[in-house]
Each structure stands twice: as structure tokens, then as C-alpha cells.
């Protein structure tokens, strides 16, 4: 940079610190901060969230990384991870005989090497279905954790010892949570967990035994690339390699309203930082006539000028970017820790990318929104010092408005990612100004009327506003702008909440037992019945392959997908049921009438992953036996309502003389949960399963979102008031001037107080009704189309609108008026002079 | 100049001289082109003919930026409606056009020159905290600050009372004296054109 330009800099930044005693820097400085602010703080916890789900899905993985195999896994494979800097742990798992006080049961027995599990946490308890906590790393040489099932059935307590092969082993605790295992429901066998170490002392490991062996690897995603690369083509018969599943659907439907909520927010945070710089830097420019004439006289070029100026603008986008990147950085670092705590989750350290964003976004609303203003500027000739009357010559900002539109669009859908919501919002946002400004128009016609029949102080109130026409059309549409943020995120808010309230009900299960056989349907339903759950339903299920989709075999490496592969290549569980459940909603053909018969419902997630029609003839393979039936109806499923709830589904009988076990859901009192035992004893193939952990993280992780979607909230609602501010501000000169008039030609100080006061009131209102309008309109639209949500119209809507609309209106206005009616009208005159 | 589709010619036939170091009124009634004239001495206008000559540059042969620069180089204003910048302390008013000259020491010479207009303690006020005589004493220091070899008055008198009017004039023209500028000011106030070693009077446009 040559020294001229150095100096031009500096220049610049002085002019800009000594305008900060002119309040619109402040105040655009403020806007554009927390707009920033709100902006980086989503884009933080956006970013913290999505790696929250992947790490969730890894806990099901117990690691990022899970290769398998039939036969002990060449050291090799475990070697490269290492030497890539990832760290590894093993599995041996297989069936064997576990014997204990009452006898010996088949058990699914798992020897783990230390550090396992690589992601997520086993979860351990003194007694069965007794309180648990977080376990601290594995069972020690010579010991055991068995689960609950597998103490009832064994009747072991912690401090007795089973015999498992040749190896007597200490069970030293329960083990009631272990996340490997969750993702399959399946893995029936109740559960042994040893060392790694005591494997060969057990001598079950044998030439020909059916044992999987696993190697977890964990670490940075890009050493994992690295290792899958290598990996893969090295994988020999019967191996292979597994990255994360599509796990925990109920919490990715959770996060993803609330991160597009948050995006909404944000969204708006930008849309009105965008009207607040445009207004603000036009009374700027305004402000600057005479600054701009006087150092044109003094031998400024108007390039120079020009450069000037504009790194002002940069200078304020940057300390806005700069003190709004902070900003969201804190917010952003007190709700990941909120949410981190709730998830057991070590989340990496945040990037700097979102504050180089937010960086960016300041100086480009600034610079952007500062251009029209800059061309006006330009305009204005040197000649003004000597003629106050010349004014910039009509210029064409048609240009630098519409570039100053192209970069907030830019911005809008970088921050929306969601195409849809930033079109609904973008869309919504100008089809909205249009109408609202017709109907202020319409509005405005009959104020003159009006005021004709008010005494004089109002009246003179009210002439002023129609007089301004299509300024008080635009300082309407500011003010309403503002007013619709506010309540368009209180609408939509509310709507979320609720809808979150009402997710987990209060009597959710909180237990489903499996496995149930046929003949115990009876006995475990009236037992149910004595122990509180008097109305269980209990729900056939059926195991089986689905062999083709329309007559087409199904062949699971024709899909692209990695989830299509791993539903393709898994077994469904199908049931059957006569009425739809309540928690699902048909969203393509029609519900089975009584005595249908070769006919399924499918769960259009997985019809839509698969690429299954309606009217599609799918055919299953259950256990060697076949199943058939066309897709006759397609449903929604909320997996968040924690019910029992199925990809496919047949009316009843369809799986008569089919190998069926039932599941049921059921709530039961925590303080009664050790009952279960006696439900295991009785029947010891039952497994029950407790999701009240799950459970209670998902409300307290709820709650927390909620949380984080108010503070979020808060910073859109401040940039709101503050375009109001904004706009009241711009006027603040010529009102200066119109009180300045009134007071010289006789006006006392309470007529101007009342005039005043009419006219904010009328200016309250009318931006009242017009938020209120587009507000109600838009709650709907992204209601219904982007949240699908239930969405009832609010008839309070109007009144909220009209009432904050006349209260804030009314307050800021008379606020940023203030000292202009005391003011010596003499003053208020020389200075428009 | 042209109104519309009708022809007004604002200035005509006017022709004049002004050596270095010369002060010269230009004496008028309102409406008589005082101002015009100055804006074309200035380069701050464009005339529809003619040329105006500084130091044997025509000034219209240059460009907007061109004549700028001129202006940067060697002239100082004083306006009748002072053109203080009201955000400005009457420090940072008098530096402004040091520093838009990139004088490294322009602290320096603005305190200096509003030392010597008598403000040395009020240079932390705003215009608005300044008295009107207060602020055309900055605006002459702003204007005698960048040293210029021609200094252009416009009615710098113009708002100000009889007495305070006398001492603004005094100050000008012993700043003009110190520092051997070439001063040209448009008045129609007598007792100011007689203080200046040459007097041209406007009429209709034309000199009289």
C-alpha cells in the first residue's frame, strides 16, 4: 500500500471515531453486531449440533470406524490405525453357556480390550433395573458385568461368580447400558462382559468357533478417510468395514426444527440488519452533504472521496463483524455446553469459521447497504458549499440497490442452507412489503379526512403524516418490518414449543418388552393389568427380508445410498394392525378397510430410501417362508412419541402361520421398575428394555433446546426494536425542522406534544395492523410448509400487533424526539438552514 | 446559463486581473452574480464560456479532479454560513483539510492557528457550543491553516453583527498580510471593501 493510501486509512478511521458522537453509527454499529451475533451463534451451534448427531450415531458404532469379521482380524489393520493416530480397540463376541447359582443359560458374551467403547458410554448399577451411573472403564482380570436379564435368570448378585468355560469370574456390577448393543434391539441373548484378557483363559476360543471379531477405530475425520482408503481394498472374505448409520431418527427430527428455527432467526437477524444499515446509512449520506462539498472544496477528488467513505463503512462492518463474532462466540459457547452436558458429549473444539463468517457478514451488510448510499453521496457538487440548496443530482441508485439485494440474498442463503425456508422467507418478506405498502396507501387516504374533525394538536399530527405520503409509506413498512420479526418469532415459537411440550407426554412408555412368545400373550397382558398398565396392546412382529420391490429382485449393492445397503441387506420387523396408530398420519393412498388381505403400509422415509411406490408388490422372505401384499398406503411416523411403531405393516392375519413374537410399550412407575424382575423370572426369554434414560435425556435435551432457541430469540427481538429505533431516528433532522416551524409560528410546547404523540400513535397502529397481517400470514405459510406443524390462527396476533405497535412506536418516538420540543425553534431552523 | 428554454446570462463581459499578494472586493447587490463569479474562481462551477486562469492554469481546461487538486494545492474559503462540520470539535475543523493535504503534523498547526484566531481554549467546543463570530474565527484558521496563495471569502460577514463583523475583518486581513496570500472576497458590505486595496462592483452581471 503506497503511503497516500496508508494515510487515506487513517484518515478514515479518525473521520470514522469522531462520527461517533452523530448516534446512527451507534445504533447501525449495534444492529448490524447483534445481527451478526445472533448469525455466528447459529452457525456455531448449527455446526456443534450436526456433530452431536454424528457422534450420537457413532456411540451406536461404539466407535467412528467398526471393522468386522469371522475370523481373528490381521494385526495389520490394527497396526495402520495406529500409525495413523487413531485410536483402536477390539471385540471378541459369541454365544456360550454362562453358569451361575440356579443352573446355565446361553449368553451373549463379549470380551472387550481396554479403552473400549471407543464412543459413547456402558452404563453400570449395583442391582438389577436399579439406579446406574457412568462406568469407569472395564471389567478387571478375572471379572464379570452381566446385565440385568442375565442375573435374574442366573440369580446373581454383585459379589457372586460365574463360571463362564473354564474360568470362574466375580460379577462386580450390573451392566444396564451398553450403546453397541442398542442399535440392535435384536441382539436377544442376555448380556457377559469381560476382559480381553481372561478370553483365553475361558478356552472357548477354538479353531472353528463362531466368534465376531471387531476392531473399533476413533479419531479425526480425515486420519479415518485415510484408513477406510487403505482399509477397504484389503478387506478379505467375510469382512468389513462400517462407518456411521442413520441412528436415532426421534432426535434428528428434534434437531432439525430447532436448528431451523434457529436458522429462521438468524435469518430475520439479517434481513432486518439489512433495512436497519439501508436506512441509517441514507440518513448518513443525508448528514454528509456538506462534508462531502466542503472537502470536494478542499481539493478531495471524488474517487478519493469515495474510497474514503467507503473504508469507513468498512471500518464500522468490521468492528460490528468483530464485536458480533465475539459475541455469538459466547452465546455460542454457553448453549453447546448446555446441550454437550445433556448429550455426554466432549464436543472438539470450535472452529473458527463461523467468526471469519460473521466477520464477512458485517462487513458485507455494511458495505453492501452503505453503496446506494455512497452513490447518492458522489452525486452531490462542490458547488453546495457556496448554494445549501443543491442537493445530489437525481442519480440512478437503481443499480447499487439491487447489488446491495444480490449480496443480502447471498447472505440468505448461506445462512438457510435450507433453500425453501430462505425462499418462503425471502418470498414472504417482498410479497409482504408490496401489499403493505398498497395498504398503507389505502390506509393513509382517509387520515386527512380524519383530521379535519380532531381539534388542532392532533390534526396537526395527522396532516404531517399524510402529508409525507410515501415517506410515512416507507417509515410504516421499516416500523412494521420490525414489528413482524417480533411477532412472527413469538408465533412461531410459541407453535414449536408447544409442539415439543406435547411430544413426550407424560405417560410415554418407558419400557418395551420383546421376544414374547405367542402362548405368553395372555399371561404377560394380565399381569401388565396388575401392575398398573391395565390396557397394554402387545404387537405381532415378524422377521423378514425383503427379497424384491415390484417384481425386481432386491440387491443391496445397487444402491447408492448407504442406508438404502443397510436397510436392503437387514431384516425388517413387520407387524400387523387394524386401525392406524395415533401417532401416524397416512400421507399417500388409503388405511385398509376390515379384512383386507395381501396388502402393506409402508413408513414413507423408508419407501422414499428404497424407492418403494404405491401400488408396488413387495415381497419378504421370513424365515424361509414368504410374505407378499401391494403397497396400499403410505404413513408418516413421529419416531420422537416413543411408541411402537413399524417400517411395514399388513391388516390383521397377514402373518398368520408365520414364526411371530410380540412387543409391547408400556409406562411404569419408576419407583416400581424392580417389579420387571418378576416379569423376567416368569418369563425368562422376555427382554425388557428401559428407555426412561433415553427418555430423560431427550426432555432434559428439549429443554435445552428450547433454552437455546429463546436466547437466540432475544437477539432477533433486540435487532427488531432497534430498526425501529432506526427508523425514528431517520427522521430526526426534518422533524427537527417541522417542530421548528410549528413553534415559531405560534405552536406551544404541549400542542407539539400532543401533535407528536398523534402522530407516533397513528404511525403505532398502522404499522401495528400491517405486522400483524403479514405476521398471521406468515406464521402459516412456514407453519404448515417448513416446521409441519399444527398452525391454529391466532386472533390475538391482531391485537398483540396493534397494542406493541402503538406502545413502542409511541415510547421510542417520543424518546427520540425528546429535547427537539424544548429546543429554542431559532436553533432547530439555522441548522436546516 | 440556461432555466428551462430560456437563456440567462448570470455573468458577462466580466474581465479582471488580480496580481499575488493583492487584496480585491467584489462589491454587489443580492442577485448581482457576487457568488457566481466566486464559484468560477473556485472551479467549484462551470461557466457556458470563458476561462478563469490561476497562476496561468486555465482552470476549465482541467477536469472536476483536476481543478480539486488545484483547490488542495494553494486555495483557502471562508463562507458567509461558516461551514463548520457540527459533529466536529473546532480542533478536528481546522484539521480536516490538513489532513486530506496528508500533513503529518496537522494537530500541531491547527492548534497554532486557532491560537492565533484566540480560540487556543475552545478547541474541544462544537460549532453548535461556539458563538457565531467563534465560528468564522475557526473558519478562518481552518482556511489560513493550509497556508494557500489565494484565499476566496464569500460574504464572511454576511451573518454576523456590525461589531463582531469589524473584528472578523481585521483578523482576516492580518492573517492575509502574515502570510502574503492573494485574497479576493464578495461582499456587499461597504465598510469591508474599503479595507481592500481594490474594489470591482458587479451590476446586472456585469462589471460596473
Redesign the interface.
Known amino acids: 500500500m503506497t503511503g497516500?493510501r496508508l494515510?487515506d486509512l487513517r484518515?478514515a478511521l479518525?473521520l470514522l471515531v469522531?462520527?461517533w458522537?452523530?448516534g446512527e453509527v451507534r445504533i447501525l454499529l449495534a444492529v448490524v453486531a447483534l445481527a451478526v451475533a445472533s448469525l455466528t451463534a447459529v452457525a456455531f451451534v448449527a455446526d456443534r449440533v450436526r456433530l452431536s448427531l454424528a457422534q450420537e450415531a457413532d456411540a451406536l458404532l461404539a466407535a467412528d470406524l467398526v471393522l468386522s469379521g469371522d475370523r481373528p482380524l490381521d494385526p495389520a489393520f490394527q497396526a495402520e490405525a495406529r500409525r495413523r493416530g487413531l485410536a483402536v480397540a477390539r471385540s471378541a463376541t459369541f454365544l456360550s453357556m454362562a453358569q451361575g447359582p440356579s443352573g446355565a443359560v446361553l449368553a451373549g458374551i463379549k470380551a472387550a480390550s481396554p479403552g473400549y467403547p471407543l464412543r459413547g458410554r456402558l452404563r453400570v448399577a449395583d442391582a438389577p433395573y436399579g439406579p446406574d451411573r457412568p462406568a469407569t472403564g472395564l471389567p478387571g482380570p478375572g471379572r464379570a458385568w452381566v446385565d440385568a436379564r442375565l442375573a435374574t435368570e442366573l440369580r446373581l448378585r454383585v459379589g457372586d461368580t460365574v463360571r463362564l468355560g473354564a474360568r470362574d469370574l466375580a460379577v462386580t456390577a450390573i451392566l444396564s447400558h451398553e450403546s453397541e448393543r442398542s442399535g440392535n434391539f435384536m441382539a436377544l441373548a442376555p448380556r457377559l462382559l469381560v476382559a480381553e484378557a481372561d478370553l483365553a483363559g475361558t478356552g472357548l476360543v477354538q479353531e472353528g468357533s463362531r466368534i465376531a471379531w471387531r476392531l473399533f477405530v476413533a479419531g479425526p475425520p480425515e486420519a479415518l478417510a485415510g484408513f477406510r482408503a487403505w482399509a477397504t481394498p484389503r478387506l478379505g472374505r467375510g469382512q468389513k468395514l462400517e462407518g456411521l448409520a442413520d441412528a436415532r431418527p426421534e432426535l434428528r427430527q428434534v434437531l432439525d426444527k430447532a436448528e431451523r428455527y434457529l436458522g429462521l432467526a438468524a435469518l430475520l437477524a439479517v434481513v432486518l440488519a439489512a433495512a436497519a444499515a439501508q436506512m441509517i446509512l441514507r440518513r448518513y449520506a443525508q448528514r454528509h452533504f456538506?462534508?462531502f462539498a466542503?472537502?470536494?472544496?478542499?481539493?478531495?477528488?471524488?474517487?478519493r472521496l469515495i474510497r474514503l467513505y467507503l473504508a469507513q463503512f468498512a471500518g464500522l462492518g468490521l468492528a460490528a463483524g468483530l464485536l458480533g463474532g465475539v459475541a455469538g462466540f459466547l452465546v455460542q459457547w454457553g448453549l453447546a455446553a448446555l446441550l454437550a452436558d445433556v448429550l455426554r458429549l466432549d464436543l472438539a473444539a470450535p472452529s473458527w469459521r463461523p467468526f471469519g463468517l460473521g466477520l464477512g457478514a458485517g462487513l458485507l451488510i455494511v458495505v453492501a447497504f452503505g453503496l446506494p448510499a455512497m452513490r447518492r453521496l458522489a452525486e452531490v457538487?462542490?458547488?453546495r458549499?457556496?448554494?445549501?440548496d443543491l442537493g445530489p443530482a437525481r442519480s440512478r441508485q437503481v443499480l447499487a440497490q439491487l447489488l446491495a439485494l444480490a449480496v443480502l440474498a447471498g447472505l440468505l442463503v448461506w445462512q438457510a442452507g435450507d433453500l425453501r425456508l430462505g425462499a418462503i422467507v425471502v418470498g414472504g418478506l417482498v410479497a409482504a412489503g408490496l401489499a403493505a405498502g398498497l395498504a398503507i396507501r389505502a390506509l393513509l387516504a382517509p387520515l386527512a379526512w380524519l383530521a379535519h374533525r380532531l381539534p388542532p394538536a392532533p390534526r396537526l399530527g395527522l396532516l404531517a403524516l399524510r402529508r409525507r405520503g410515501w415517506e410515512t409509506t416507507l417509515q410504516v413498512m421499516a416500523l412494521s418490518l420490525g414489528l413482524l420479526a417480533l411477532l412472527l418469532l413469538t408465533l412461531v415459537r410459541g407453535d414449536l414449543l408447544a409442539a415439543w411440550r406435547d411430544k413426550i407426554p407424560a405417560d410415554a412408555p418407558n419400557r418395551f418388552a420383546i421376544n414374547i412368545q405367542p402362548d405368553q400373550v395372555a399371561p404377560i397382558r394380565a399381569w401388565l393389568a396388575g401392575h398398573g398398565v391395565p390396557d397394554a396392546e402387545l404387537y405381532p412382529m415378524v422377521r423378514g427380508r425383503l427379497t424384491a420391490i415390484a417384481g425386481r429382485p432386491v440387491a443391496p449393492e445397487a444402491f447408492p445410498e448407504e442406508r438404502a445397503r443397510h436397510l436392503a441387506e437387514r431384516e425388517f420387523n413387520l407387524s400387523a394392525l387394524a386401525a392406524l396408530p395415533a401417532d401416524n398420519v397416512v400421507s399417500a393412498g388409503r388405511w385398509w378397510q376390515a379384512g383386507a388381505r395381501n396388502v402393506f403400509s409402508v413408513e414413507e422415509g423408508i419407501a422414499k430410501t428404497l424407492g418403494i411406490r404405491l401400488g408396488d408388490r413387495l415381497d419378504f422372505d421370513a424365515g424361509g417362508l414368504p410374505l407378499s401384499g401391494v403397497v396400499t398406503s403410505l404413513r408418516k411416523v413421529e419416531w420422537d412419541s416413543f411408541r411402537v411403531n413399524f417400517f411395514v405393516v399388513g391388516p390383521p392375519g397377514s402373518l398368520a402361520g408365520l414364526p411371530a413374537s410380540y412387543i409391547t410399550a408400556f409406562r411404569l412407575a419408576p419407583a416400581r421398575a424392580t417389579v420387571l424382575a418378576e416379569l423376567v423370572a416368569a418369563w425368562p426369554n422376555v427382554t425388557v428394555i428401559d428407555v426412561d434414560a433415553v427418555m430423560t435425556e431427550m426432555r432434559t435435551l428439549m429443554d435445552r433446546i428450547s433454552l437455546a432457541v429463546q436466547v437466540v430469540f432475544l437477539f432477533s427481538l433486540a435487532v427488531g426494536l432497534l430498526v425501529m429505533v432506526a427508523a425514528l431516528y431517520a427522521r430526526r433532522d426534518e422533524r427537527a425542522r417541522e417542530i421548528g416551524v410549528w413553534r415559531a409560528l405560534g405552536a406551544s410546547a404541549h400542542t407539539v406534544r400532543i401533535a407528536l404523540a398523534t402522530e407516533f400513535a397513528a404511525l403505532g397502529l398502522l404499522s401495528g395492523a400491517v405486522a400483524a397481517g403479514a405476521a398471521s400470514a406468515l406464521a402459516w405459510l412456514l407453519a404448515e410448509r417448513v416446521f409441519e406443524l399444527p398452525h391454529a390462527a391466532d386472533p390475538a396476533v391482531w391485537l398483540a400487533g396493534l397494542a406493541v405497535g402503538l406502545a413502542l412506536v409511541l415510547a421510542v418516538g417520543l424518546a427520540a424526539s425528546r429535547g427537539l420540543v424544548a429546543a429554542p425553534p431559532m436553533?432547530a431552523l439555522r441548522?436546516a438552514? | 446559463m440556461w432555466l428551462g428554454e430560456e437563456r440567462l446570462d448570470i455573468l458577462a463581459g466580466v474581465s479582471f486581473t488580480v496580481n499575488s499578494g493583492e487584496t480585491v472586493a467584489v462589491l454587489g447587490s443580492s442577485g448581482s452574480g457576487k457568488s457566481t463569479l466566486l464559484g468560477l474562481l473556485a472551479g467549484l462551477d462551470t461557466p457556458s464560456t470563458g476561462s478563469v486562469r490561476v497562476d496561468g492554469t486555465d482552470l476549465f481546461g482541467l477536469d472536476e479532479d483536476g481543478r480539486a487538486a488545484l483547490r488542495g494545492r494553494g486555495m483557502g474559503f471562508v463562507f458567509q454560513a461558516f461551514q463548520l462540520l457540527p459533529d466536529l470539535s473546532a480542533l478536528d475543523n481546522v484539521m480536516l483539510p490538513l489532513e486530506l493535504a496528508g500533513a503529518a503534523d496537522a494537530r500541531e498547526r491547527a492548534r497554532a492557528q486557532l491560537a492565533r484566531v484566540g480560540l487556543a481554549r475552545r478547541e474541544r467546543h462544537r460549532p453548535g457550543q461556539l458563538s457565531g463570530g467563534e465560528q468564522q474565527r475557526v473558519a478562518l484558521a481552518r482556511a489560513f491553516a493550509v497556508a494557500p496563495r489565494l484565499l476566496l471569502a464569500d460574504e464572511p460577514t454576511g451573518n454576523l453583527d456590525p461589531h463582531t463583523g469589524a473584528q472578523i475583518i481585521d483578523l482576516m486581513l492580518d492573517l492575509n498580510r502574515e502570510q502574503g496570500a492573494t485574497l479576493i472576497v464578495v461582499s456587499h458590505d461597504p465598510a469591508l471593501a474599503a479595507r481592500c486595496g481594490r474594489q470591482l462592483r458587479l451590476e446586472g452581471g456585469r462589471l460596473a
Open positions: 497516500a494515510n484518515l479518525r469522531r462520527e458522537r452523530g456538506d462534508q466542503l472537502l470536494r472544496c478542499f481539493g478531495a477528488s471524488r474517487a457538487p462542490a458547488l458549499v457556496l448554494r445549501r436553533a441548522d438552514d
